[in-house]
C-alpha cells in the first residue's frame, strides 16, 4: 500500500507539471464597456512583474478602420486577475492602434510604439494613395508601471519612408538586446507596403531600433516582397530572429536572421516547421543557456483557418521546431507570448472569432509531454 501511495503521489507531481492549460481567462470581451470588439493584442512583463494586456477598443464594428481607441489592462498576480482598463489614446473618430511595448530594463521605462490613420480612411484607399492622410507612426511611454501614459507624439520622420503607404507596429510585444555589440538596443517589429514597383507585392516587413533608450528611433532593415505583420526574437549570439506573416501562398511563417542588431537581414526563408495560414504569430526568447541556444517559443494558428493555436519550441536558435502542441483548438487567431517571472509562460489571445481576447499559462514541461 505504501509503494502504491508513493507510486501516485509521484504520479500526481508529474501531472500537476505538465498540466495542460486548464483555464482561460477572458480579459476582454466584445460588446463590454461600449466597445463593438476588441482586436490586436500585446503583453509585456514589467520591471516589476506587472503584466500589461494592450488592445484595440474599436468602438462601431469590429473592422479595421473607424474610431479605434487603445487601452491597456494591468494584472499584478500573474495574469489571474485584471484591474480596469486604462485608455491610452482616443483620438475622437480616428483610428489608434496596433500596439508594439518594449520595456527598457535599464530605465524601467515602458515605451509603446504604435499607429494612427484617419478614421475614414480603410487600408484600401491609404494603399491606393487617395486617403485623405497617410499612415504615421506614434509613441508613447509609462514610467510608472503603466499606470499613466504620456501623449502619443508622432515619429514617422525617422521611422517610416515618405513612399511608404500603409504602414503597422507590431503588433504583439518588441523586445531590448542583452548581449552582443548592439546590447541594449530596443527592437520593434513593424511592416508598411511599398508601391514603387508595380511587379511586386506590396507588402514588406521591417525594423526600426533605438540606441539611446527610446529618445530617437530608425529605420533598421528592410525585407522583400510579401513579408507582413511580423516578431522578433533576440538569438543566443545577440543577433535577431525575425517572424513573419507571408504571402508566399505556402501556408508557412517567412523568417529572417539578422547578425548586427536588426540593423540588416539575410535571406528570408520559408519555416515549413511553423505551418500556418496568413496570419500574425508571437515570438519569445524564454532562456539562454550556457552551452549555447536555449529555448525559443513561438505560436500561430496551425489549422486550416485561425485555429488550432499551437505552440512551438526550439533549443537551436529556431533552426527546427520539434516540439509542438496546440493549446486551443477553436478560434484562436492574434497572439502575444510573455515569460511570467515564476517560470511558467503567458498567451495573450484573440480566441472564438474575437468574441474575446483571452489569457493563460503553460509551462516548458507541459510542451515537452506527450
Same mark, same amino acid.
Given at each position: 500500500m505504501r509503494t502504491a501511495f508513493f507510486i501516485l503521489l509521484a504520479l500526481a507531481c508529474t501531472c500537476q507539471a505538465q498540466t495542460t492549460p486548464q483555464t482561460f481567462t477572458t480579459v476582454f470581451k466584445k460588446g463590454e464597456a461600449g466597445y463593438n470588439s476588441y482586436r490586436i493584442p500585446a503583453i509585456i512583463a514589467t520591471k516589476q512583474d506587472t503584466l500589461l494586456a494592450f488592445i484595440e477598443a474599436r468602438k462601431d464594428s469590429q473592422g479595421d478602420a473607424g474610431n479605434i481607441d487603445l487601452l491597456v489592462k494591468r494584472s499584478a498576480d500573474h495574469g489571474k486577475t485584471w484591474g480596469p482598463a486604462i485608455l491610452v489614446w482616443d483620438d475622437e473618430n480616428n483610428t489608434c492602434g496596433n500596439p508594439a511595448p518594449v520595456v527598457d530594463q535599464s530605465t524601467g521605462t515602458i515605451w509603446l510604439l504604435l499607429t494612427w490613420n484617419f478614421g475614414s480612411d480603410h487600408?484600401?484607399?491609404?494603399? !491606393?494613395?487617395? &486617403?485623405?492622410?497617410? /499612415? +504615421?507612426?506614434?509613441?508613447? &511611454? &509609462? @514610467?510608472?508601471?503603466? $499606470? +499613466?501614459?504620456?501623449?502619443?507624439?508622432?515619429?514617422?520622420?525617422?521611422? /517610416?519612408?515618405? +513612399?511608404? /503607404?500603409?504602414?503597422?507596429?507590431?503588433?504583439? *510585444?518588441?523586445?531590448?538586446?542583452?548581449?552582443?555589440?548592439h546590447k541594449g538596443r530596443l527592437v520593434i517589429p513593424c511592416n508598411h507596403s511599398d508601391h514603387s514597383n508595380k511587379d511586386l507585392h506590396p507588402y514588406r516587413s521591417h525594423i526600426v531600433y533605438s540606441d539611446d533608450n527610446g529618445k530617437h528611433w530608425e529605420i533598421g532593415g528592410i525585407q522583400p516582397e510579401k513579408t507582413n505583420e511580423s516578431a522578433v526574437a533576440e538569438l543566443s549570439n545577440g543577433g535577431v530572429l525575425q517572424s513573419m506573416r507571408s504571402y508566399h501562398g505556402? +501556408? $508557412?511563417?517567412?523568417? !529572417? @536572421?539578422? *547578425?548586427d542588431g536588426g540593423s540588416t537581414f539575410a535571406e528570408v526563408y520559408l519555416d515549413n516547421a511553423l505551418q500556418t495560414p496568413v496570419c500574425q504569430g508571437s515570438i519569445l526568447r524564454y532562456s539562454f543557456s550556457n552551452n549555447g541556444n536555449g529555448i525559443l517559443l513561438h505560436s500561430n494558428p496551425a489549422g486550416k483557418g485561425r485555429d488550432h493555436l499551437t505552440i512551438s519550441m526550439s533549443q537551436d536558435d529556431g533552426k527546427t521546431w520539434p516540439w509542438q502542441k496546440v493549446i486551443y483548438a477553436g478560434g484562436g487567431a492574434y497572439s502575444n507570448l510573455v515569460r511570467l517571472p515564476t517560470g511558467q509562460v503567458g498567451i495573450l489571445f484573440e480566441k472564438d472569432n474575437y468574441q474575446t481576447v483571452s489569457f493563460t499559462t503553460f509551462s516548458i514541461n507541459w510542451i515537452k509531454s506527450k
Open positions: 487600408e484600401g484607399a491609404i494603399k !491606393a494613395g487617395t &486617403s485623405k492622410y497617410p /499612415r +504615421h507612426v506614434f509613441i508613447s &511611454s &509609462s @514610467i510608472d508601471d503603466g $499606470n +499613466h501614459w504620456a501623449a502619443p507624439t508622432r515619429i514617422s520622420s525617422s521611422a /517610416r519612408k515618405d +513612399h511608404w /503607404r500603409w504602414y503597422a507596429t507590431g503588433p504583439g *510585444n518588441g523586445i531590448q538586446l542583452t548581449r552582443g555589440p505556402k +501556408h $508557412n511563417r517567412a523568417m !529572417a @536572421i539578422s *547578425n
